[in-house]
């Protein structure tokens, strides 16, 4: 497996829960800083969506309005990892989360132009209110 999410529960709602996503074996490109990262996530009877993405140095990031405010995507090169800090969580926030690696640029992940390399699993996060 190459990318693996971690960190997924069942959380009351205004909680809080930090995804991890730890990368491994990235064959087509082996350096991990060379990818920008993304989070997307998907609910039930819904289309999977976007929501945050961290450029390749982890300077910058983007975030979908749902979350603007609330979730904070951050990097660690040296570790490999990808972080989703969820704060002020909602029940609409319920959804599987996936990680998601890609030799697009963050801003065009954004955009929904970006082309994802490379998939996690996915993680369930629950908010009940």
């Known amino acids: 497996e190459r990318l693996v999410e971690s960190g997924g529960g069942l959380v009351q709602s205004g909680g809080s829960l930090r995804l991890s996503c730890a990368a491994s074996?990235?064959?087509?490109?082996?350096?991990?800083?060379?990818?920008?990262m993304a989070w997307f996530r998907q609910s039930p009877g819904k289309e999977r969506e976007f929501v945050a993405a961290?450029?390749?140095?982890?300077?910058?990031?983007y975030y979908a309005d749902s979350v603007k405010g609330r979730f904070s995507c951050s990097r660690d090169n040296g570790k490999l990892t990808v972080y989703l800090q969820m704060d002020e969580l909602k029940p609409e926030d319920t959804a599987v989360y996936y990680c998601?690696?890609?030799?697009?640029?963050?801003?065009?992940?954004?955009?929904?132009?970006?082309?994802?390399?490379?998939w996690g699993k996915g993680t369930l996060i629950n908010v009940s209110s």
């Open positions: 074996g990235l064959t087509y490109n082996s350096t991990f800083a060379s990818y920008a």
């Open positions: 961290t450029s390749w140095s982890g300077a910058t990031t």
């Open positions: 998601a690696g890609s030799l697009s640029h963050a801003y065009e992940i954004f955009r929904g132009t970006g082309t994802i390399r490379y």
